[in-house]
């Protein structure tokens, strides 16, 4: 990388844009307005739009020939970053750019600043050598890792669009081989609330007679989670399958086995490990998140009167929040007894986002990764929510999601890390994308 590259790196990162901590509240705005600046630099206009409590960034950079004939392609990053702590585990500071061993070391290198960087950096070098042939959108902002809504707000009254957007802020299962996300699960939280009495009982006299809370909620749960793997039927409509492509790039990403096992964790049931990519990118989940009843901490005897929980579904590709959310109210209903007072509370919510693998610009894009890394990308689904995804999709913006973060870059964690190759090689990737998008044209 040259050395005017890692110099403004360095500079970016240096600015401490934590968005979950309040006293960093200046540093998210210093790191808007550094994203802002170099837009303005390699010959683009750009301004800060607040929506909400923080500002995102909006802005253009022209194509060098065409005009407003030249394709649009979207670029989003995000400039904000998760807190650095626990501090004493990090090998250098977090805001401080390090190079050891082939790895450049900071918090937000690989999440998102430093690749948000790379997708910058391509756009101001085809310009400055008279050689852009797409008109980029920047759209940028600084809530993402306290999942803020403004991006979505914004996308959602935006007319403008796009012909494509890329997103350079995920990373690749295994080294060297590239994957673009084509779909992400929703969410839809819930919270579970039990009422049987007013006030707890003494289970001796009332026991065997009194409706305990605990019970009641127990059930209600039960009718909504797993049996043999599976959610229940209703909570199951709507989910589409894995694409042909989808399947095949399996083949190239590690099993499920080895995945659950990497993690400690427990399979779900017998077929878990081998449904693994069924079940985490096809497949809605329910997991409570955690309840409160009674007093487990002590031996004690009591009838419990007041019990609740919190429990979130992601939802599958395909899935419709609504209709989820209607299937979830009516298997509790029906589970639990009349008499108890059961009040079910919808909280927050996310629609799943799905992308079409036969689109030209997911084709285009990937012809252009394997022209820039060597290597065809597989085609994959993300079993986590980005908003930004159904955003996107509902307005037929076919994204590319992608990026070169690897499973070894500590991201969200002490000593985040991207491999200095990476850095050139993301500005090469985002260079021959702009470049083979031109023909949306
Ligand atoms: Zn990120």
Redesign the pocket.
């Known amino acids: 990388m040259e050395q005017t590259w890692v110099d403004e790196l360095r500079e970016f990162i240096a600015i401490p844009s934590v968005s979950a901590d309040p006293a960093h509240q200046d540093d998210v705005r210093r790191a808007a307005e550094w994203v802002r600046d170099f837009v303005k630099r390699a010959g683009g206009e750009a301004e800060l739009v607040r929506m909400g409590e923080r500002d995102l960034v909006i802005g253009d950079i022209p194509a060098n020939a065409n005009g407003a004939k030249a394709p649009t392609v979207m670029i989003y ?2 400039f904000d970053v998760q807190p650095p702590a626990p501090l004493e585990l990090w090998e250098s500071p977090p805001f401080e750019l390090a190079e050891r061993d082939g790895w450049y070391y900071a918090r937000g290198i690989a ?2 600043k430093g ?1 948000l960087f790379t997708l910058l950096k391509a756009a101001q070098l085809l310009r400055e050598q008279n050689a852009l042939p797409v008109n980029i959108r920047v759209v940028s902002d600084g809530e ?2 306290i999942g803020g809504h403004s991006v979505v707000d914004f996308l959602e009254a935006d007319e403008r669009g796009a012909d494509v957007c890329i997103i350079f ?2 990373g690749m299962t295994r080294a060297e081989q590239p994957e673009f996300g084509l779909a992400t699960r929703g969410l839809v939280a819930f919270h579970l609330k039990v009422k049987t009495g007013e006030r707890d009982m003494h289970s001796g006299y009332y026991g065997g007679a009194a409706l305990n809370a605990i019970h009641v909620l127990m059930q209600g749960l039960s009718a909504v989670t797993a049996r043999d793997g599976l959610l229940p039927d209703q909570l199951r409509i709507g989910r589409t399958a894995l694409s042909q492509l989808e399947v095949d790039s399996l083949k190239s990403l590690p099993n499920g086995w080895e995945i659950l096992d990497e993690a400690g964790a427990t399979p779900l049931d017998g077929k878990a490990a081998e449904d693994f990519y069924d079940r985490t990118w096809a497949e809605p989940s329910l997991d409570v998140n955690g309840i409160r009843g009674g007093k487990p901490e002590f031996v004690n005897t009591t009838l419990i009167v007041a019990a609740e929980a919190r429990f979130t579904i992601r939802l599958a590709p395909g899935q419709d929040p609504e209709t989820i959310a209607a299937g979830v109210e009516k298997l509790i209903r029906g589970a639990v007894p009349d008499s108890a007072e059961v009040e079910l509370i919808r909280e927050n919510s996310a629609a799943p986002g799905v992308f079409s693998a036969d689109s030209p610009a997911i084709q285009l894009g990937m012809e252009a990764f394997k022209r820039a890394t060597g290597v065809k990308p597989l085609l994959v689904r993300v079993g986590g929510t980005l908003p930004i995804y159904p955003a996107l999709a509902a307005k037929g913006i076919p994204t590319i999601g992608t990026g070169f973060a690897l499973r070894e870059s500590n ?1 969200h964690s002490p000593n985040e890390r991207l491999r200095v190759e990476d850095i050139d090689r993301a500005v090469a990737a985002a260079s021959e994308l702009y470049r083979s998008l031109a023909a949306l044209g």
Request: glycine fraction near 20%.
């Open positions: 990053g995000h999440d998102d690749q993402e890792e802020d995920g991201v």
